[in-house]
């Protein structure tokens, strides 16, 4: 991961920051200060870029909350976690030892989008009770609860090294027996998702959001080549 800052420690579990996650905050910063910069909402300079700050700080602790969720299960079957690391593409837990059965890999897996499926679901109750308005406290949880979901989502997709990739390893594995054979399946999966990305944002950035494009094909590609990496031989 590069270098990274050590911020503490929860439950037991080493928390750091690599040094790539402040070009993403300061970036989702900038991003997030222009799109407040709406006539509707009437808010000061000052104010937008607080808002902003704020809300990218709250996703990162979503973020921490979905990697704290795999970590704690993996302690829970009895898997050290060697640390979680919050890096530009979101975060990872480091366990020193991948679970040793298919029913442990489903359930250390399934745990994080499930977490922030929950999230998404708290911060959007509480976005609906209060009134549902243009608030900065009602805009700050809209944002949480549509980010949380997405971030559950598309943790979900069937390809590793995503939450889904591991889940349909453990399935195949689970079924044939076969480690290998079921990891390979999942890189493949993993390759052909993160393949779909770079094709997906080259057309995005091509003929409509140029940012976005490339933000989506960054990631597209840091996806192939971790599911790349990942395939056994």
């Known amino acids: 991961m590069g270098s990274s800052l050590r911020l503490g420690r929860v439950f037991g579990i080493p928390i750091e920051i690599n040094v790539s996650w402040l070009l993403v905050f300061s970036l989702l910063t900038f991003l997030l200060a ?5 006539p509707r909402l009437r808010w000061s300079p000052a104010l937008r870029w607080s808002v902003a700050m704020i809300t990218v700080v ?81 805009v700050v949880l809209l944002l949480l609860a549509w980010t949380n979901l997405s971030l559950g989502v598309f943790n979900l997709v069937p390809g590793f090294p995503l939450d889904g990739g591991r889940l349909l390893r453990a399935g195949i594995w689970g079924l044939t027996g076969d480690y290998h054979r079921a990891t390979q399946i999942s890189a493949r999966g993993g390759q052909a998702v993160g393949g779909a990305m770079i094709i997906g944002g080259v057309l995005l950035a091509y003929f409509s959001e140029p940012v976005d494009g490339v933000w989506l094909g960054v990631i597209g590609l840091f996806l192939y080549s971790i599911a790349r990496g990942s395939y056994p031989k």
């Open 34 to 38: 222009g799109e407040f910069d709406d």
């Open 58 to 138: 709250l996703f990162f602790i979503s973020v921490l909350a979905h990697e704290l969720s795999h970590s704690v299960m993996a302690l829970s079957k009895g898997i050290p976690v060697r640390s979680i690391t919050l890096f530009i593409f979101g975060g990872v837990s480091r366990l020193d030892r991948d679970p040793a059965r298919p029913p442990t890999e489903f359930a250390v897996a399934v745990v994080g989008p499930l977490s922030s499926i929950l999230l998404a679901a708290v911060f959007g109750l509480a976005w609906y009770l209060l009134g549902r308005g243009d608030s900065p406290l009602e």
